[in-house]
């Protein structure tokens, strides 16, 4: 494959101006403070058909523990079976506002070497916050989407992930997380990205519906908005200023490019610079081929192996195009599709367009 050329002609570039959209503010922005909490705990499943952890310390040492709340007490020395037993790990989302004797769905994985847990049953675990207070308790049957195989001789198949599954509405609240958006004061709103633009926008948005001096822009991310302090009418305020539509401006230029597949998405605000764009293929062929050298019948010789080598070089046409100024993503894939451009060879391509200076636009490699 041989290099791509860039030939950048210039800095003059012709912009359009981008048409505004409309968004409403509850899909762009949310209030501080409302906000889902990560919760996490231990714990062990049962009822397994053979598929648990067979003599892991640490699970053996939990289903005692287990068996010892309830009453039961194992004599020293005797170790249950955990082939029907696992450890396994507990994680949940406990969303905004959630009040206890709420239920939650939890996903349970497991953690030592149980090979499935299909047909499982989780026993009461408590699940934790940051903070280390205990906010849910889960338990429940598992709802498990693989399934694995194995035959006497080691052959197995596996389909999906078996040794994880979760519990639908498996987890009580039991304890509610304090929000800020209770307190009296002031509401922040959060940007979901930083613009200083769009919190401008927002803002005067507010103004416009609520009245002047409501709301006022902080950064780019945050607009400060005067509630009352009546939980009633704080509420009523907010659902107002959610269902509030703003114009917003373009977006940023950006092109995206991922590496590993080879898929690039380019922004529609993504401009080109005039640049002519040479794009061609070079292939090498080697043959190698072995004849056999016979000598004469009175040569007194030997007979040998010779070896051929044949080396072939062909260029395909090279192609080149021409961007116009301020040309957009039409033009760009259009350009591209005319050079015969591989995923890969228009990643090549939007990087030495980036090097030259001709991308007006963030490129981004993940």
């Known amino acids: 494959m041989r290099g791509l050329v860039i030939f950048a002609a210039g800095w003059i570039s012709l912009f359009a101006a981008a048409p505004s959209q409309a968004e409403r503010i509850k899909d762009i922005a949310r209030f501080s403070g409302v906000r889902s909490n990560a919760l996490t705990g231990y714990g062990i499943v049962v009822g397994l058909s053979g598929t648990g952890d ?19 007490l194992l004599p020293p020395g005797i170790n249950p079976q955990l082939k029907n037993a696992a450890a396994v790990m507990i994680t949940a989302e406990l969303p905004p506002f959630a009040k206890p004797g709420q239920r939650i769905d939890v996903t349970v994985s497991a953690l030592g070497q149980a090979k499935s847990l299909r047909g499982g049953t989780l026993l009461m675990s408590p699940m934790q916050g940051a903070d280390g207070e205990v906010y849910a308790l889960a338990q429940g049957n598992l709802a498990v989407g693989g399934f694995g195989a194995e035959g006497k001789d080691g052959s197995k198949i596996v389909v999906g992930t078996p040794s994880s599954g979760r519990v639908p509405g498996g987890a009580s609240v039991e304890r509610a997380v304090a929000s800020p958006f209770a307190a009296p004061g002031p509401l922040m709103l959060d940007l979901n990205e930083p613009d200083f633009g769009a919190a401008r926008a927002v803002a005067d948005a507010i103004n416009s519906s609520i009245g002047s001096e409501t709301a006022r822009a902080e950064d780019g991310i945050s607009i400060r908005i005067n509630a009352p302090d009546e939980a009633p009418r704080r509420i009523a305020l907010a659902a107002r200023i959610e269902a509030l539509d703003v114009a917003l401006g373009a977006p940023p230029a950006r092109v995206i490019v991922n590496a590993r597949t080879g898929t690039v998405v380019i922004g529609g605000e993504v401009r080109i610079l005039p640049a002519a764009v040479a794009h061609g293929s070079l292939t090498v062929r080697v043959t190698e081929n072995q004849g056999v050298s016979q000598p004469g019948p009175l040569a007194r010789g030997q007979t040998v192996v010779t070896q051929q080598s044949g ?42 367009l980036k090097a030259a200076g001709a991308l007006r636009a963030e490129l981004i490699v993940i």
């Open 54 to 72: 067979q003599n892991l310390e640490f699970t053996i040492q939990s289903l005692k523990s287990a068996a010892a709340r309830l009453g039961v």
């Open 311 to 352: 080396l072939e070089a062909a260029e395909s046409p090279t192609r080149m195009n021409l961007f116009a100024p301020g040309a957009r993503l039409g033009d760009i894939v259009d350009a591209v599709n005319a050079l015969g451009a591989a995923p890969g060879d228009l990643v090549a391509i939007l990087e030495a």
